[in-house]
């Protein structure tokens, strides 16, 4: 029995089948299904680490090895993890729109396992190790990694590839996602508490520029009064929405 009035779930379908050009935000809620905590659910990663603890630079420079011990393990999780019919529903969306853009606040890197082109990563990726001395970035894959904290050739501090609190996102990211949101014929926000900017503000880039908004999400954000809200799992509606 499916949670979601049909005629909502009618509604979207109508949407998308129209579109030729769509854009999506998706959040961790989208990787739930493939066994990755979220953030601030229940069972959540923060649940049990603050953010302010971990995912800042001065945390980082406080305490390199605690925070590469949270990334290390999250990198085990996550390299155990594969894409869930949600990740491949995205895939072949992209393959039947003439234009599709995939802006992602996950640093797992499922989308791209799954076969997402058009990828923009809002909040940089688990995979990518950067130096904070020389920059150098490279991509490793090993988990866990042999020494933590891992060290640059050059002898400074590899750091994650992501985005903490308080730093900008990549170069270009944020425009490139609002541009595509305010141009598509509807934005989908997908497993995102929407609680973080400023990619929680696409939803309202869209909304201003009246492009429709469908929101997936099992609970209520503060986007769900505000536009087409489909209360549900992401690996259960978006194969449905095709
Ligand atoms: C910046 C690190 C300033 C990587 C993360 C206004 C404008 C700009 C900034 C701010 C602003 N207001 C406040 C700020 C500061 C801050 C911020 O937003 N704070 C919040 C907490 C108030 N923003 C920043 O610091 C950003 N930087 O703009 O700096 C600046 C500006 C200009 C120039 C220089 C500097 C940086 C933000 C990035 C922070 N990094 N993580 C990592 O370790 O992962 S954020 C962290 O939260 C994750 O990256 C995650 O992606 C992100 C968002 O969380 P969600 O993905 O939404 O996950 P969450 O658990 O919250 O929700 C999951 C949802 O899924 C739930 O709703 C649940 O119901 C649902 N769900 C569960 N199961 C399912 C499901 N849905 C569907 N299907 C299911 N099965
Ligand atoms: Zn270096």
Redesign the pocket.
Known sequence: MCAVANDAMERARAIVSRASALAVL?????S??SGVP????AG???RTFR?ED??TTQAFERDPKLVWEW?DW?RGLVAAAQPNP?HHALVTLERRCREFTLA?????GLHALAGSRNLIL???D?WTLRCVTCGAKREDRRVPLPVLPPRCVCGGLLR?G????????PEGA?ERASAAAANADALLM????????????LGEVALDAGVPVIE????P?VYSDHVLSLA??????LPRLL
């Open positions: 998706t959040g961790s809620g989208i739930a299904e979220t953030f601030r659910g959540g990663l923060w953010p971990l995912a990334y999250r949600a992602t606040q996950n640093v797992d809002l909040h940089g688990l994650p992501v985005v903490w609190f308080g730093e900008s996102l944020i997908i497993g995102t508490s929407a609680a973080v900017w400023p990619a929680a503000g997936i999400n099992p609970e954000t549900g799992r992401a690996g259960e509606l």
